[in-house]
């Protein structure tokens, strides 16, 4: 898949729900961290990093997502859900409970990220927030999606905390890049859309296992950067097997 540098940019932009690049600075640097000093966590820097796993040693599927595994609608988008690997606890448009293995990372790196997007809306990312990020950049992301979430209802007629526009990608498969008991990388799949076809992007999510729950670490400077496009689906598992 050929993709030119400046609809790569517009594809990260637009997966990242405003947060990549639309949440930039006039001079198309970051904002600046709100506050973001360590709160007694480890740095994101001391959790695992990206690997390739060598060929032919990723988990077999039923291994990453577990039998009992459905799909239900999140924020317009098609998420899995498990009795067995959570989320056990789904109210309020939250989401909590997710196992303590692979699938539970899974399940918790896709929910969790989705509902930290400002077109969920503040009754969703605020609380999400509070209850499910941890690590020293949290009041940067809080700051990154508040400033979003300000610049959506001027063009939405929503009160606000209600949801505002809609998400402009897919949330379709994932990739466990490393894991542990206490932390693990997860790659989400996108499809995101664009006036020709479709482009996959790959985004990576890490976790660390806090107050008996995968909680998502907030990235540096709270904005989610590490999103690269892909060529295909190879060496992820979908939510529905066949596609892309």
Do not use: K
Not at 8 to 15: E, F, K
Not at 101 to 107: E, I, K, N, S
Not at 133 to 144: E, F, M, Q, S
Request: some cysteine; aromatic content about 6%.
């Amino acid at each position: 898949m050929l993709v030119t540098a400046a609809v790569a940019a517009v594809v990260l932009a637009l997966a990242c729900g405003g947060l990549l690049l639309a949440n930039r600075s006039p001079d198309g640097s970051p904002p600046p961290p709100a506050g973001a000093e360590p709160d007694g966590d480890p740095p994101a820097s001391t959790l695992p990093r990206a690997t390739q796993p060598p060929a032919g040693t990723d988990p077999p599927e039923e291994e990453l997502l577990p039998p009992d595994v459905s799909l239900v609608e999140v924020a317009g988008l098609r998420l899995p859900v498990s009795e067995s690997a959570g989320p056990a606890r789904a109210t309020d448009g939250l989401a909590s409970g997710f196992s303590h293995d692979r699938a539970g990372a899974v399940l918790a790196a896709a929910h969790i990220l989705v509902r930290l997007h400002p077109q969920v809306g503040a009754d969703v990312f605020a609380p999400t927030l509070a209850g499910q990020v941890v690590g020293p950049y949290v009041d940067a992301l809080r700051a990154n999606l508040e400033h979003s979430y300000g610049q959506l209802l001027t063009r939405w007629p929503v009160a606000y905390g209600q949801p505002a526009g809609s998400l402009h990608f897919t949330v379709s498969g994932a990739a466990v890049d490393s894991y542990t008991d206490q932390a693990a990388l997860v790659r989400l799949m996108l499809e995101v859309p664009t006036d020709q076809n479709t482009v996959l992007a790959a985004t990576g999510v890490q976790l660390r296992w806090h107050e008996d729950d995968w909680a998502l670490v907030a990235p540096p400077d709270g904005v989610f950067s590490d999103t690269t496009i892909v060529a295909d689906a190879s060496g992820f598992t979908l939510w529905l097997p066949g596609r892309p």
